[in-house]
């Protein structure tokens, strides 16, 4: 029997391929599934491949939901947030509790404390006007672990810069730790979130991104998709 061809193609389709179906389909999908979406874009790929590229990017990237089943794990996250708000009776009749956010006054601008999705989710269709927004670029500098070393002053993905002129400055984020799970995870939050604000957007609305050089690349490319 004549063995499949299997087509040579640029590094990072099969896993742009695999991260595209699962974006589709926010409640997770079988290992086969995948594999069926992934050849109908890219045509005959290995099931070696899917499943490697799945197991070692669990659970940075993706999150097991069942045997032979996953779902990008910021989506499982977000859904188990989700349900875990509401009674079971509300969640079978399709019922969201809007959510209440902390906020408070500062001259004529207001303060809200809040996860900007779940914030976003709020918001009238086309009803900002402008965005201007120095997100977090790693996600994994915030993570309980690293926030541990930076108290301690140990780094991890922290670098602590030496003292200069007797001043002691700030500790900043070296990108260049970021592992390519973590830049995937990075992509995919922020083409979730130019989904997010594209809704809330006025036609015509201006929106800057505070950005770095390492990681501009990534920003731009998941907000133009």
Not at 61 to 77: C, H, I, M
Request: with cysteine.
């Amino acid at each position: 029997m004549q063995k499949p061809l299997i087509l040579k193609r640029s590094p990072g389709a099969v896993r742009d391929a695999i991260l595209e179906t699962l974006r589709e389909r926010p409640e997770g999908e079988t290992i086969a599934n995948i594999k069926d979406a992934v050849e109908e874009a890219l045509g005959p790929t290995p099931a070696s491949s899917i499943r490697s590229y799945l197991r070692l990017n669990t659970p940075s990237v993706f999150r097991r939901t069942d045997r032979g089943r996953y779902a990008l794990a910021e989506t499982a996250r977000i859904r188990e947030e989700e349900q875990g708000a509401l009674p079971l009776a509300a969640l079978a009749n399709g019922h969201r509790r809007a959510p209440r956010f902390a906020t408070a006054r500062l001259g004529h601008a207001t303060l809200v404390e809040a996860d900007c999705f779940a914030w976003l989710e709020t918001r009238e269709a086309e009803s900002i006007q402008a965005i201007v927004t120095d997100p977090p670029y790693g996600l994994v500098e915030y993570s309980d672990h690293e926030q541990a070393k930076l108290r301690a002053g140990k780094g991890g993905v922290w670098r602590i810069p030496p003292s200069f002129d007797g001043h002691t400055r700030s500790p900043l984020p070296r990108f260049t730790v970021l592992s390519p799970a973590d830049i995937n995870a990075l992509e995919f939050f922020f083409h979730r979130w130019a989904r997010a604000i594209l809704r809330v957007l006025v036609p015509g609305a201006n929106v800057l991104i505070a950005s770095n050089p390492l990681l501009s690349y990534v920003v731009a490319g998941a907000v133009v998709r």
